[in-house]
């Protein structure tokens, strides 16, 4: 590729794309990949990267580690062997496997004796849609949504280094869970591979551990799950709790809020004998690292035998239970209440294996029901968790649908799946009135309609005669809050429901906590209040809110609340359900939300910074084998987008183009010339577009297609587009 100008350039030769070592881990995640890249120019009043590119059907092969080897699609990975885990270093094609952050703030935090809940996902050897980066079009995928029952979150498969897909990370993190990668050896290859790390010195197993490290370090992912599940001689069992306390030691300085787990197999013999419990014969193990993950067929007496050897770790010994029921185990299935219910009568974590059994095993169309039953029948023995921060903002999205739509207005039609682009989920299930019972809402996940996503929350519910009103508590938190708070609400009444919807919320002191902008509900609901709904937004906030109280597209409706609070402890966020005035009959009523956001008013003031340094490389061409627009046939363009700027400052960033049209993406419907066409999201500063049509540049011309990056604020608002990052590629096809 080269630099827009008057005349052609010779290609500059193609770099290694190996990085050489920067000072930093910062540095090498986002190191750009190496190749011809081109110095910007200034278009008239705004500044836009211009590149230029001679058509080519061939082109250098990307590292089919990082890429699918048929679409070029970045993906995640595993290393198979410990020749592959001690070669490894950071490379700038890394970058787009990098989790977003850390986990976010939660209460109470993983440190605490509360016991844990701990879900480990194992389904059908790892890595399948899930391993697509920037999403996919799967029609029925397996989806996770219950995540504020979850402590820790173990990606599992059989490989012996297996590095969490990004998107899982994403998800958990954005729920303030931790996740671990699985370090794994089996069978004759796995004592051979024990023996060449952990029968020699120091060096060889505090390598691996440097390497563990690191890896969790780059990725951003919180640490591991070791399960040695073959025979070791007497020199590598005696080295093992040296490398778990070096493991747990080195991770803890430098990956915050760390864990090591060790999985019940060997015993300090050497045998591989599964224990089903914490004892004398692995003990040793239990004491090097931050935790113990039991086998499965254990009995009630096993648990109470551990109470003597747990001490005051209980809430460091995982119980497992095998979901799937195999073996002489208590509960599974549908019956995996019984397991919990013994293993919190004894104050233990809970290990939950492979809970994607209702996916694998059950009906697929009846999915969601099924997955909802599940952890309904559990609901009693997992304690929920606070957010503990803001800005806090949700649309519901389960990171899938059958169409994408953006603030009500429909983009794409087609499925798609991209668990990085899950939002925070709320608490789930069925709540009925205290007293006859009659009255109840439930909540469920709904794809077939949304406001900002591919899905909302539905909501279902009755109001009994001579009730008011019911409600259901959809967030916990525990936050702090600024003098200031907006709050928005977008929601659609089914059918010819008239019922009255309201935002309440609960403030408990942190000091001497007074409410503005709140009316106190009844005595009987006293602790909880109802903000007054804003006819006209704030002057000052007029461009991000000024939709309220509005009837938007497709029959959305969004109510706004300013709340003035000091020394406040915002608590939980419910939402109401009034009978119409004048009504004395049953209500049934089904509801559809839409977006909550809760915000520091303030925070809406600060701008935004640009998108900055826009640049292309990696350029595929490939002939397009249908026709472009109605005219002749043109070409599929494949290539990375790389731009800079402050992640913490955005939930993620659309990426569309003009002019162009995306070979595979859910909707087939060209764009309108200069109108932008989403073509997906990133969450990283990168982002590899693949198979876009584009029309054929004509002899003696250039063709042209640019792409616009949007960034999305985290406080959840439109930017204007002048703030987006804007980059043109100029393009011709080679003399003949």
């Known amino acids: 590729m080269e630099a827009a100008g008057t005349g052609t350039?010779?290609?500059?030769?193609?770099?290694?794309?190996?990085?050489?070592?920067?000072?930093?881990?910062?540095?090498?995640?986002?190191?750009?990949?190496?190749?011809?890249?081109?110095?910007?120019?200034?278009?008239?009043?705004?500044?836009?990267?211009?590149?230029?590119?001679?058509?080519s059907f061939t082109a250098d092969p990307l590292p089919v580690r990082y890429y699918d080897k048929d679409t070029t699609r970045p993906i995640s990975f595993y290393l198979s062997s410990l020749e592959e885990l001690l070669a490894w270093t950071p490379d700038a094609e890394d970058g787009f496997n990098v989790a977003s952050g850390p986990p976010e703030c939660r209460q109470p935090?993983?440190?605490?004796?509360?016991?844990?809940?701990?879900?480990?996902?194992?389904?059908?050897?790892?890595?399948?849609?899930?391993?697509?980066?920037?999403?996919?079009?799967?029609?029925?995928?397996?989806?996770?949504y219950h995540w504020q029952y979850i402590d820790i979150f173990v990606y599992f498969s059989h490989h012996v280094v297996t590095i969490p897909p990004v998107g899982w990370t994403n998800a958990a993190h954005r729920h303030g869970v931790c996740v671990l990668g699985t370090f794994i050896t089996e069978w004759k290859d796995g004592e051979r591979l024990c023996e060449a790390f952990l029968a020699g010195d120091e060096r060889s197993y505090r390598a691996v551990a440097d390497q563990l490290v690191l890896i969790a370090?780059?990725?951003?992912?919180?640490?591991?799950?070791?399960?040695?599940?073959?025979?070791?001689?007497?020199?590598?069992?005696?080295?093992?709790?040296?490398?778990?306390?070096?493991?747990?030691?080195?991770?803890?300085?430098?990956?915050?809020g760390g864990l090591v787990l060790w999985y019940d197999s060997v015993v300090s013999s050497g045998q591989l004998k599964w224990q089903d419990e914490l004892n004398e014969q692995n003990r040793v193990f239990f004491d090097s690292c931050d935790g113990?993950?039991?086998?499965?067929?254990?009995?009630?007496?096993?648990?109470?035998?551990m109470l003597g050897q747990a001490g005051e770790r209980l809430a460091d010994v995982y119980v497992g239970v095998d979901v799937f029921a195999r073996g002489n185990v208590v509960g599974g299935r549908f019956d995996t209440d019984k397991s919990l219910e013994l293993i919190r009568k004894h104050g233990f974590s809970a290990a939950l294996f492979a809970p994607g059994w209702v996916y694998e095993c059950l009906e697929k169309g009846d999915f969601f029901r099924n997955q909802d039953k599940f952890w309904s029948l559990l609901e009693r023995y997992l304690p929920t968790h606070s957010i503990c921060s803001l800005p806090f903002v949700t649309s519901f999205c389960l990171g899938m649908g059958t169409r994408r739509v953006c603030y009500g207005q429909e983009e794409a039609v087609g499925p798609w799946y991209h668990p990085s682009a899950q939002e925070i989920q709320p608490l789930f299930g069925e709540h009925r009135l205290e007293g006859d019972g009659q009255g109840w809402v439930k909540t469920h996940c709904c794809l077939e309609d949304a406001w900002n996503g591919g899905s909302s929350l539905l909501i279902r519910g009755l109001i009994p005669p001579k009730v008011g009103n019911v409600a259901v508590r959809l967030f916990s938190l525990q936050v702090p809050v600024p003098p200031k708070i907006f709050l928005s609400l977008v929601y659609k009444l089914e059918g010819t429901s008239a019922v009255g919807v309201a935002l309440e919320l609960t403030a408990g002191d942190v000091g001497s906590c007074h409410v503005g902008g709140i009316s106190v509900l009844s005595a009987e609901t006293s602790t909880r209040r109802s903000p007054r709904p804003l006819r006209v937004p704030p002057t000052k906030l007029a461009k991000w809110v000024g939709r309220c109280g509005q009837q938007l597209s497709g029959g959305w409706v969004q109510r706004c609340y300013e709340v003035n609070l000091r020394g406040c402890l915002l608590q939980d966020l419910f939402v109401s359900f009034s009978r119409p005035p004048g009504s004395q009959k049953e209500e049934n009523f089904i509801c559809r939300l839409g977006e909550l956001q809760v915000v520091d008013a303030n925070s809406l003031l600060t701008p935004l910074p640009q998108v900055q340094a826009l640049t292309v490389s990696h350029v595929r061409w490939q002939p397009a084998a249908s026709e472009w627009e109605g005219g002749p046939a043109g070409l599929r363009l494949s290539c990375t987008l790389h731009w800079a700027y402050l992640l913490p400052r955005v939930r993620c960033f659309r990426i569309h183009c003009c002019r162009g049209l995306e070979g595979g993406s859910p909707s087939s419907r060209p764009s309108e010339p200069g109108r932008p066409r989403l073509l997906g999201l990133a969450f990283v500063n990168r982002y590899r577009i693949v198979g876009l049509a584009v029309a054929a540049a004509e002899p003696g011309q250039d063709g042209r297609v640019e792409f616009l990056v949007e960034p999305v604020p985290k406080e959840g608002f439109l930017v204007p587009r002048a703030e987006w990052g804007r980059v043109a590629m100029l393009y011709s096809m080679p003399h003949t």
Not at 237 to 249: A, E, K
């Open 109 to 144: 935090p993983l440190s605490s004796q509360r016991p844990r809940t701990l879900m480990c996902h194992d389904m059908m050897g790892g890595y399948l849609d899930d391993k697509f980066i920037q999403g996919s079009a799967t029609q029925t995928p397996y989806s996770f």
């Open 292 to 305: 113990f993950f039991t086998n499965y067929n254990w009995r009630e007496e096993h648990l109470e035998r």
């Open 217 to 256: 370090q780059f990725f951003r992912f919180d640490g591991w799950l070791i399960n040695i599940e073959n025979s070791l001689s007497l020199a590598a069992v005696g080295n093992v709790p040296h490398f778990l306390r070096y493991l747990t030691s080195q991770l803890h300085q430098q990956v915050p």
């Open 9 to 55: 350039r010779t290609a500059a030769r193609r770099q290694e794309r190996r990085m050489r070592p920067p000072t930093t881990l910062e540095k090498q995640r986002d190191q750009r990949p190496a190749g011809r890249l081109t110095r910007r120019r200034i278009e008239e009043d705004q500044e836009e990267a211009v590149f230029r590119e001679v058509v």
